[in-house]
């Protein structure tokens, strides 16, 4: 199989799982979660880098419509909250030459803070448009009459604290357990250089 046809379909598997992994119910009240299809989306995106990784994520964002699982407001909000949020959910790729580079010069702990940046990057980039998404669309239903852009903050603030945890820690393991995860075959096209 062509390279380019292999990550293309390894990002739509991935994209599904990711999908898959976040039906798991992990709710706490109607605003707060743990997002668990960060895991598989930061290990794909740390393993290819940006380009494909940004791919899978807006793939793993358009699954939710005929899966029905949207929550829908207006078109610019589910615009926001899925095409979009999710495909920035993908930025977690910058960071793949960095950890592919460290792991093949044997620099555990360059790898070990390059997978918390970018599991941390890819957490962040998504839910900030979630935060948006938040004062903008759904601010009008925050409790207690409280501000929107506090509600937001708390509650949009809070899931992606916890997903980014919950992602930092499992990519860990998987690093340590697995380093060949992270490092495909052909990496030439994140320019790393090989020994």
Not at 25 to 40: A, E
Request: charged letters at 10%; hydrophobic letters at 50%; glycine letters at 8%.
């Amino acid at each position: 199989m062509h390279n380019k046809t292999r990550i293309m379909v390894e990002g739509t598997i991935v994209a599904a799982l990711s999908f898959m992994l976040s039906l798991i119910p992990t709710n706490i009240g109607s605003s707060f979660t743990i997002s668990l299809g960060m895991i598989p989306l930061t290990i794909f995106a740390l393993r290819r880098g940006l380009r494909p990784a940004l791919l899978s994520a807006f793939i793993w964002g358009i699954l939710h419509f005929p899966a029905g699982d949207v929550y829908y407001l207006s078109i610019p909000q589910v615009l926001i909250e899925y095409p979009i949020a999710f495909t920035f959910a993908g930025f977690a790729g910058l960071y793949a030459p960095k950890v592919q580079q460290a792991l093949l010069d044997n620099q555990p702990r360059e790898a070990t803070k390059n997978i918390i940046l970018g599991s941390l990057l890819g957490t962040s980039a998504r839910f900030f448009w979630h935060f948006i998404a938040g004062v903008i669309f759904w601010g009008s239903y925050a409790l207690w009459g409280m501000n929107p852009w506090i509600f937001s903050l708390v509650m949009n603030g809070a899931s992606g604290l916890a997903t980014g945890i919950v992602t930092v820690m499992v990519t860990l393991i998987a690093v340590k357990k697995v380093p060949q995860l992270f490092l495909p075959r052909d990496t030439t096209h994140l320019g790393i250089k090989t020994r």
